[in-house]
């Protein structure tokens, strides 16, 4: 039998995997997080309080209806394309003197919409475009 005295090894606990689990793990945690999303975003539309309306000769007002029909000078314009629109203000502006383009849209209208006319207003040389706005009294438009 073997009597001998032997040095007995003290046990140790080996971090190592520990730390490499709880990197994983935190990774893991960083990849999977969702971040607060807007669900909806909160628009206050602008109101405009102008003073009582002035009457311009050389004002071209084109509306801009929901479903994308456009008006011109309260007649209905040919077609919702660009070029039919630029043809449209070319002859609405015929014979004015520094015309200006009211943009009179719906509040459900498309953006695009709104950027058609812009864009038909550009290729037709009329620069000064402005938006029409509900008089308000201090409360958002919906």
């Known amino acids: 039998m073997n009597f001998r005295q032997g040095t ?7 971090l ?10 935190l ?10 999303k807007f669900k909806e975003l909160q628009v206050n539309l602008p109101v405009a309080d102008a003073q009582t309306p002035r009457q311009n000769p050389n004002e071209i007002i084109v509306a801009v209806a929901s479903d994308g029909r456009y008006a011109i000078n309260r007649e209905s314009a040919d077609g919702t394309s660009v070029d039919s629109l630029q043809r449209a203000l070319g002859v609405a502006a015929s014979g004015m003197k520094d015309p200006v383009v009211i943009i009179s849209a719906d509040a ?8 058609n006319v812009m864009d038909a207003a550009r290729r037709a040389g009329l620069v000064q475009i ?13």
Request: proline share 4%; charged share 15%; glycine share 6%.
């Open 8 to 14: 007995r090894d003290e046990p140790e606990i080996n």
């Open 16 to 25: 190592i995997p520990f730390i490499d689990i709880l990197l994983v793990v």
């Open 27 to 36: 990774i893991f945690l960083m990849l999977t997080t969702t971040y607060s």
């Open 108 to 115: 459900a209208a498309t953006h695009q919409s709104v950027i």
């Open 130 to 142: 402005t938006f029409a706005t509900q008089q308000g009294n201090g409360r958002s438009g919906r």
